[in-house]
């Protein structure tokens, strides 16, 4: 390992294979059901997360950053294997203590470079730039630079999801109460997106299938220059992709717009049916 390392949280949702093979590292968080703790994508998988968090009357899974010394490991790591710097690129610091906990890190290894990007979003759409940024990396573009370019290109990254309901991300405090209740006193199927680095209710329809049809049109506005899709079970993913290249406008790769299932550390907060995608919209010609 050589060059600059890329380094981010299972909240990006990236999947194991696609990390490893673009060598970003994926620091776990922390999820417990009950008395049960687990490592997200160490010791407990994105399925076996699903399979547990839709038992009925299972209790509802508490997330928590990975503390600093998992951070401290991970940057040493890369450093010891031959890391000369490092961009950790973490979700927005308005929604998790991810950020700070890598910020406490990089200061325990105050001698070394390591640049951290918050990138004002979450899931795959911090997925997406630490993908971008493992991408420079790999071209030998200095860490300073990636870590300038990332910053400036989280402007350009929009998240849209439908939701069965509001309740998972009240009782995850990612919502209010009262904007929940409404959601689900007016049944009401809500769209969110990241708004200012933290969640936000856009807009809210009478059913999934009009939250679906919502969301394509959001998605499919302009051209783009990455896409995404993110979904939980029992929803599609692979079907939703279709829909959105079909109707993108441009030229877009259906091969190189992944379906990425939400993860151990996102999940709890978006529960079962979510479907949505991330976009990384195409720079001016």
């Not at 009262?178 to 059913?207: C, E, H, N, T, W």
Request: with cysteine; charged share 20%; proline share 7%.
């Amino acid at each position: 390992m050589a060059g600059t390392v890329i380094i981010t949280s299972t909240a990006a949702d990236l999947t194991p294979g696609l990390a490893t093979a673009r060598g970003i590292i994926v620091v776990p968080s922390v999820v417990t059901f009950g008395s049960d703790e687990y490592r997200a994508g160490v010791d407990l998988s994105v399925d076996a997360f699903w399979d547990r968090m839709m038992v009925p009357d299972a209790p509802y899974p508490i997330t928590a950053p990975p503390p600093p010394g998992a951070f401290r490991d991970a940057y040493e790591a890369a450093f010891a294997s031959g890391a000369d710097a490092i961009v950790s690129v973490q979700i927005s610091a308005q929604m998790s203590a991810t950020m700070n906990s890598a910020r406490v890190a990089a200061e325990m290894v105050s001698d070394r470079e390591i640049h951290l990007v918050d990138p004002g979003t979450a899931s795959i759409g911090t997925g997406l730039l630490a993908l971008l940024a493992a991408e420079m990396a790999e071209l030998g573009v200095a860490a300073a630079e990636i870590a300038r370019v990332v910053a400036r290109r989280t402007a350009d990254v929009q998240l849209f999801a439908a939701l069965d309901t509001l309740d998972y991300l009240r009782q995850g405090g990612r919502l209010s109460g009262p904007a929940a209740r409404i959601g689900a006193f007016l049944s009401v199927k809500p769209i969110i997106s990241i708004v200012d680095g933290q969640v936000a209710v856009v807009d809210r329809v009478r059913s999934l299938g009009e939250a679906s049809e919502r969301v394509i049109a959001m998605l499919t506005r302009r051209p783009v220059q990455r896409l995404a899709i993110l979904y939980s079970p029992p929803a599609d993913g692979d079907a939703f992709r279709d829909e959105v290249v079909e109707r993108m406008p441009g030229d877009i790769d259906p091969t190189r717009v992944i379906v990425y299932p939400v993860g151990a550390t996102v999940g709890p907060h978006v529960g079962p049916g979510c479907l949505g995608g991330v976009m990384l919209t195409a720079m001016p010609a």
